[in-house]
């Protein structure tokens, strides 16, 4: 399963020290994980200690924690939709900011060549 995004939580961190479960592809010790995306927030989990950028992550070893109640998940979904949707009007903002400017700038361009 692949890697959810995660978050550093101090009480459950650093490198799983049981010799089982082992990353399948590494062959290494996983991670602890506390999931940080959509329905699977707060869940606990091992994860492949491999960076992203250095090679394959092969995802989530095992799952600490079992699934969150139906009723939670879908709060949850909610919740980072509801993010997802506000961030995304932001970043059209600043689209239409970054044009404005840039058409500004053409303007002051265009009449300091025509002043001199």
Not at 26 to 55: I, S, Y
Not at 65 to 94: A, F
Request: hydrophobic share 30%; with cysteine; charged share 30%.
């Amino acid at each position: 399963q692949e890697t959810p995004d995660s978050v550093v939580e101090p009480s459950f961190c650093g490198s799983y020290t049981e010799s089982e479960p082992t990353c399948m592809m590494h062959h290494q010790r996983p991670k602890k994980m506390v999931a940080f995306e959509g329905a699977l927030t707060g869940r606990r989990f091992l994860g492949c200690p491999m960076q992203q950028d250095v090679g394959v992550k092969c995802g989530v070893v095992e799952w600490v924690d079992g699934p969150w109640p139906e009723i939670l998940q879908r709060c949850l979904t909610r919740i980072w939709d509801m993010y997802h949707e506000q961030n995304l009007g932001r970043v059209k903002d600043k689209q239409a900011h970054e044009k404005e400017v840039a058409k500004l700038k053409k303007e002051i361009d265009f009449l300091s060549n025509n002043y001199s």
